[in-house]
């Protein structure tokens, strides 16, 4: 089993930045692809952004290109999730999962491992 505990989110104007932690630890996936996902309160969990192994496939979502960066130390055990620009439509729980595989649009967006609690960002207009 794989724990996974995210960190770093905030309250922040828009405009601002943002970088987000996540650990994973337990019977951690050496070759795994890792992932960060998104929860806007009453919508569903939507793909942000992954990243493979040797990051050598990186993908993410057509809202947050440019602005967003996925980056792993797998030393560490951790993905992290640098977000500039922020805006409000931004603002909602992001969760990572430590087991992303190919989904039907063609890139690395389905996570199929667990889940950590997430940690929430707030972007103020």
């Known amino acids: 089993q794989v724990q996974l505990v995210e960190s770093g989110g905030g309250l922040v104007q828009a405009g601002g930045s943002l970088r987000l932690s996540c650990v994973a630890s337990?019977?951690?996936?050496?070759?795994?692809?890792m992932g960060w996902f998104r929860q806007a309160p009453g919508k569903e969990r939507e793909f942000v952004a992954s990243?493979?192994?040797?990051?050598?496939?990186?993908y993410y979502a057509d809202s947050v290109k440019g602005r967003f960066t996925i980056s792993r130390d797998n030393a560490k055990n951790t993905v992290y999730l640098q977000m500039n620009s922020l805006k409000p439509e931004d603002t909602a729980v992001y969760l990572c999962?430590?087991?992303?595989?190919?989904?039907?649009?063609?890139?690395?967006?389905?996570?199929?491992?667990?889940w950590g609690q997430g940690t929430q960002v707030t972007v103020s207009s």
């Open positions: 990243i493979s192994w040797s990051a050598g496939a990186i």
């Open positions: 999962n430590a087991d992303v595989r190919w989904g039907s649009s063609g890139r690395l967006d389905l996570g199929i491992g667990s």
């Open positions: 337990g019977r951690t996936f050496s070759s795994a692809t």
